[in-house]
């Protein structure tokens, strides 16, 4: 008995000796250490390094388009669709709508203001539907500044002397037009709106096979463009344009 004592105090001062000369690291869960190498592994889309909820805003507008309160954005997501068949399948037209509905609220109005005298009641009081005009100013204050940035750019690639990046932008406004060609602008903004509202939410589920793939078509590219470059871009003079600013 003594012998198996000794022994075991000398395998636990060997065990110690060993574990005091190791340098110490810093303790980690399972998860941190499996999930380290696999975050390292891939590149997040467009260098992103918060949450995808962040690079939406937070807020409430984030959670309706990652589908957080999931009655609220399928409400949301049941409007558009129901506009866009009004308009687009039931060719429904814009005047007409916005009269037929505002001859049905006059009519609920009419309704409700003359069936007190049948039951011999009081005249109801309808409410008053007013606007604030802070809602407008703001929509304008918001539409000129987007407007404005998007002129200020493309006057400096129009200006600056960037050539690839002149042909890029001038290939992305081509590409537009051939898509507008195929549909009227609210198909156009139905698809935005139905693609705002279901990308998201499937890159927030599926983001480590997205960024994977992406940056492998990304890499594609490159290796391609290069080769364009080298061959034919590189060769074609550059314009001695000077960028000025636009306010």
Not at 38 to 53: A, C, E
Not at 59 to 80: C, E, F, P, Q
Not at 111 to 116: D, Q
Request: aromatic share 12%; proline share 4%.
């Amino acid at each position: 008995m003594p012998e198996k004592i000794t022994a075991e105090n000398f395998i636990n001062n060997l065990v110690e000796t060993i574990a005091d000369s190791v340098p110490k690291k810093k303790s980690v869960s399972f998860f941190e250490e499996e999930k380290k190498p696999v975050t390292s592994h891939f590149n997040r889309l467009f260098g992103r390094q918060k949450p995808i909820y962040n690079l939406l805003g937070g807020g409430k507008s984030a959670d309706v388009l990652l589908w957080r309160n999931k009655k609220i954005s399928a409400g949301v997501l049941t409007g558009a669709t129901a506009i866009w068949v009004l308009f687009e399948c039931l060719n429904y037209n814009f005047l007409s709508l916005v009269c037929y509905a505002v001859v049905l609220v006059m009519l609920a109005q009419f309704v409700w203001t003359n069936a007190s005298s049948l039951i011999n009641r009081a005249p109801a009081q309808v409410p008053r539907l007013v606007l604030p005009k802070d809602i407008f100013v703001s929509i304008g204050k918001s539409i000129g500044g987007e407007v404005n940035r998007d002129l200020k750019f493309l006057q400096d690639v129009s200006c600056g002397g960037n050539l690839k990046q002149f042909v890029l932008v001038v290939a992305s406004l081509l590409v537009a037009a051939i898509i507008g060609s195929w549909c009227n602008f609210l198909t156009v903004v139905y698809i935005g709106f139905v693609a705002a509202h279901t990308l998201p939410v499937l890159y927030e589920r599926y983001d480590d096979e997205v960024d994977d793939f992406v940056h492998k078509s990304l890499d594609k590219l490159q290796h391609n463009y290069r080769k364009l470059d080298a061959g034919f871009l590189s060769k074609i003079p550059k314009g001695n344009f000077k960028a000025k600013k636009y306010e």
